[in-house]
């Protein structure tokens, strides 16, 4: 694995379908760039993010649903930022109400939200505009 390899992004969803689509998209775009990982929920992520921090392997981006059983995605993405303020965050969402999109866009390490079903070009070009190296 290549230094620039030891970078992930993770994909958090409670839908399957949607985290292969995202990893998929992430392939196709940045091949073997990152190392890419998924979570069903918030929980699970948050585990992910230890386990990549125990292995050397920097997480430089989330992508996340928000609505998710457990822990909501803003909420999961407030405590990223928190917790590990390099991180840059991305939500993805078909169902935030007003009240969430507001808390979201006071996170600092949200970068956008995005609409499902999102514009694959538009997901691409947010990720390459919040991680310019």
């Known amino acids: 694995m290549t230094e620039r390899a030891k970078r992930a992004i993770l994909c958090v969803d409670d839908e399957p379908l949607i985290l292969i689509s995202l990893i998929q998209e992430l392939k196709g775009a940045f091949k073997d760039s990152f190392v890419y990982e998924q979570a069903l929920n918030a929980e699970m992520a948050l585990e992910t993010v230890a386990e990549l921090e125990q292995e050397g392997i920097r997480l430089v981006?989330?992508?996340?649903?928000?609505?998710?059983?457990?822990?909501?995605?803003?909420?999961?993405?407030?405590?990223?930022?928190?917790?590990h303020p390099t991180i840059k965050t991305v939500m993805i969402t078909g169902h935030a109400d007003g009240n969430a999109v507001a808390r979201i866009g006071h996170i600092d390490s949200v970068q956008a939200i995005l609409q499902k079903p999102w514009d694959p070009d538009e997901l691409i070009a947010i990720i390459r505009a919040a991680l310019p190296d």
């Not at 981006?61 to 928190?82: A, N, Q, T, Y």
């Open 61 to 83: 981006l989330v992508l996340s649903d928000w609505l998710m059983p457990g822990m909501k995605g803003d909420e999961f993405l407030d405590r990223i930022s928190r917790e």
